[in-house]
């Protein structure tokens, strides 16, 4: 993930001339030559940078915070996710994949590719949120997206009548449409209600009126007949949102009512430590490794035993812990499992450390490698009801 941002990292993290192109791209005299200022010398960039006028400053930094908050190897992939849409002969992703480090891909596509910027950053966005708070349904009927300006302001108005006139917020509301691969991506923001807030202005701390937008995302699929929506602090909303998208976006009069989708994962057979997982042919997965295991004891409220253990030398070193100890009878709550893939372009190996508690909880999202190892999951019968038939 990004790192929180530091001027000084920042800096440091920044070759100098790409610094310097930004720089000159605003029209900025940060008062030192960089091209004559040594890479680790992040002090004395963050010195002339105080020295520049404080709106300045406060513009800049907004564009540095954005650029740092994509630079990390998911950042990178969004960009590329967008850029796909745009470009059909892969020329972004070959020109970013020639880059050396995430600051520096960044900066470049930041300067040289704006129109990508955007939609990059909502993609980022939209992964990063908790699978948890996604409400899904695979049940709609086939029918193809309308994404048209016109259909857009429809489903713009729509969402603001309904909240206006349930609760009086939502006057105002943009939508913003994008594509990535076979999915439709809507991101909605209605207005929410005035809040005051104590901001600096200038020199002077004043008591300032806002009116702050709420967050709505909407993912359709065509193909998986599914419609995914993300709305946090109003989950009330998302049936009568499922049917207001369908008017506007897939000219649908009326929508059968449904149930959210709900993954169900079993992990009764890894409790053996022979279990082999099934994996899907030609994705690059390495290993697999039970990193920990939650027991809850069946006798007593709220009783459980978490093992872990150094599984570097020994993949199956919790079971081993495990078969050490003299216990109650207990049952398997939870599964801890590390996923490491093989190396790529000489790359370090990526792996993804995530936990699976049954019935229906695990942090894993729906896109890059997180869609391989479900895909792993269901091929192994623990998300029985995502094998394909």
Not at 192 to 197: G, I, K, V
Not at 283 to 304: A, D, K, P, W
Request: aromatic content about 12%.
């Amino acid at each position: 993930m990004a790192t929180q941002y530091q001027h000084l990292q920042f800096f440091r993290r920044m070759p100098n001339a790409d610094l310097a192109r930004y720089f000159e791209s605003r029209k900025v005299a940060l008062g030192v030559d960089l091209t004559e200022i040594e890479e680790s010398d992040s002090e004395a960039i963050f010195q002339a940078f105080k020295t520049l006028p404080e709106e300045q400053q406060a513009t800049i930094e907004a564009e540095f915070q954005a650029i740092n908050a994509l630079a990390f190897d998911g950042g990178i992939k969004a960009l590329v996710d967008e850029a796909a849409f745009h470009d059909k002969d892969d020329c972004f992703a070959k020109s970013i994949a020639e880059i050396t480090g995430f600051h520096a891909k960044v900066m470049w596509a930041f300067l040289e590719k704006r129109s990508y910027w955007r939609g990059a950053s909502r993609f980022l966005h939209a992964d990063n949120v908790s699978p948890s708070f996604w409400k899904k349904r695979i049940d709609l009927p086939p029918a193809s997206p309308h994404v048209e300006d016109e259909d857009i302001a429809e489903l713009e108005d729509a969402i603001s009548r309904f909240f206006y006139s349930k609760w009086g917020k939502g006057r105002n509301c943009k939508v913003e449409p994008f594509r990535r691969y076979n999915k439709e991506y809507f991101f909605a923001y209605p207005e929410d209600f005035a809040q005051s807030t104590v901001e600096w202005v200038s020199d002077k701390l004043e008591t300032c009126a806002r009116h702050p937008a709420f967050e709505i995302i909407i993912v359709y699929c065509e193909e998986e007949h599914s419609l995914d929506i993300y709305a946090p602090k109003n989950i009330k909303a998302i049936p009568e949102l499922q049917r207001l998208f369908a008017k506007a976006i897939l000219k649908l009069d009326a929508l059968p009512n449904g149930e959210f989708h709900k993954c169900v994962y079993e992990i009764d057979a890894l409790e053996d430590a022979k279990f082999e997982f099934t994996k899907p042919e030609g994705v690059g997965i390495s290993s697999i490794v039970v990193n920990h295991l939650r027991l809850t004891l069946e006798e007593g409220n709220n009783r459980y035993i978490i093992l872990r253990a150094d599984t570097k030398k020994n993949e199956k070193a919790v079971y081993d812990l495990l078969d050490e100890l003299t216990l109650p009878t207990y049952s398997i709550t939870q599964i801890g499992l590390k996923v490491i893939f093989y190396p790529v372009d000489g790359q370090a190996a990526k792996r993804r450390i995530f936990n699976i508690t049954p019935p229906s909880s695990c942090a894993l999202n729906y896109d890059g490698n997180d869609a391989v190892i479900r895909e792993m999951l269901a091929l192994s019968d623990i998300e029985p009801g995502a094998k394909p038939q």
